[in-house]
């Protein structure tokens, strides 16, 4: 790799002689330890509240105890059993002190509710600069010594996607002898703990194989065939090559790679998985990933129905007939009537919204992007908003008149 500074002779020497002993490590992980692999429900873990951009550190920096024992709770409720969390280097330098204990209380919190901890490697400024690798070995051995015999560790992430972007190819190359360095590091330094490398694509993961002891690669295709061929290549290429393999990132609705869509794909294959992520985080990627919010509450019932081993049906559908009981006919017939009066009553306004978004919500005949029951909710606590009202009961019962039954003849 490139040395972008000048070196002397003397730093020249003494980094080769710091390194030495780290340059022909050779795994000796016993991965029978991490169980069976293709029964892995992982998920990737920011708190809900991070700020970005710069959201991994600030995880760490203002840790919480509290919210990090409620999340995992929501993890468990959801049957989860796997955990990749990222520790960036940058925490260390700012909060040297008190990391070890953060990471020690966040493994053990894991532990104790049967989920198995993956950490992330942060990248540090030995990347671009080799003469920077003394760094680097000093953060592994802190690692180490922090998490190494903690129960609940079951493996080191020693680079996230250092393949993305592809290009340019110079920068991509750079963290691949990265991903080696490290690699043999952590061989030597913490023997018995299994590493990865979550690589972007499945073409790169081969081209890493003989540097890890579980091949891991993420995919966030946009369509069942393709999600398909990558797991196949994947499952093929880890049977050739003898190693566990999992997939470390699944699920991206702004990729058209829907949790329901891929994570049912995934269990099909038999294959392990980890979802991006558990928290909608929303200074982070909150607005495309994520299953709760802060409180618990989730945005898409669909995508904790698919963890759970439950997709909706795209075959022998059975149509909702939601005006089967005339149920739309009368909150149709009941909102027109509304409109029409003069002095409408603010808090029946406010029932017949409700009623129409509840059938809206429950026939399925609404986008629920913005769910028509939160609009209502919005209204009910601001304000007296008469012509907002009326404008949302008509839009309503615009939605709901091409589902009404027709009438007996």
Request: glycine letters at 6%; a neutral charge; proline letters at 6%.
């Amino acid at each position: 790799m490139k040395i972008f500074k000048p070196l002397t002779a003397t730093l020249l020497i003494v980094i080769a002689v710091v390194y030495a002993g780290y340059s022909q490590a050779k795994s000796q992980a016993d991965v029978s330890a991490l169980g069976d692999v293709s029964k892995y429900r992982g998920f990737n873990y920011t708190p809900a509240g991070a700020v970005s951009p710069h959201h991994h550190i600030d995880q760490w920096v203002k840790y919480s105890e509290r919210v990090t024992n409620y999340d995992l709770d929501l993890a468990k409720k959801l049957n989860l059993n796997q955990v990749r969390v990222f520790v960036p280097y940058e925490a260390y330098l700012a909060i040297k002190d008190t990391l070890k204990d953060r990471l020690r209380h966040f493994v053990q919190a894991c532990y104790v509710r049967g989920i198995g901890v993956m950490v992330v490697v942060g990248k540090g400024p030995w990347v671009k600069d080799t003469s920077q690798r003394p760094q680097a070995i000093e953060w592994v051995k802190f690692l180490s010594a922090s998490l190494s015999s903690r129960p609940g560790l079951l493996m080191w992430d020693i680079m996230n996607e250092p393949d993305y972007p592809e290009k340019p190819l110079e920068r991509v190359q750079g963290n691949f002898e990265n991903c080696k360095f490290m690699s043999r590091l952590f061989h030597q330094i913490d023997p018995k703990t299994p590493i990865t490398i979550g690589m972007a694509f499945e073409k790169n993961m081969e081209t890493l194989a003989d540097y890890v002891d579980v091949l891991q690669f993420h995919d966030y295709s946009d369509t069942r065939d393709k999600i398909d061929q990558n797991i196949s290549r994947a499952q093929q290429f880890a049977a050739k090559a003898g190693k566990p393999v999992i997939d470390g990132e699944i699920g991206c609705i702004a990729r058209a790679n829907p949790y329901d869509v891929t994570l049912e794909e995934h269990m099909k294959a038999h294959v392990g998985w980890y979802i991006w992520e558990l928290m909608i985080v929303r200074e982070g990627w909150g607005t495309v990933h994520g299953v709760f919010y802060e409180d618990g509450t989730v945005r898409d019932p669909s995508i904790a129905a698919a963890i759970l081993g439950f997709f909706r049906n795209r075959n022998d559908i059975l149509p909702a007939v939601v005006d089967r009981e005339g149920a739309i006919t009368k909150i149709v017939d009941d909102g027109n009537r509304w409109l029409t009066q003069p002095n409408a009553d603010w808090k029946q306004g406010l029932d017949i919204a409700e009623t129409a978004a509840n059938l809206l919500e429950a026939g399925e005949l609404a986008p629920m992007h913005v769910p028509p029951t939160w609009e209502v909710g919005q209204l009910r606590r601001g304000q007296p908003n008469i012509n907002a009202l009326q404008k949302l009961i008509k839009k309503y019962l615009e939605a709901l008149a091409p589902y009404e039954k027709p009438a007996a003849k």
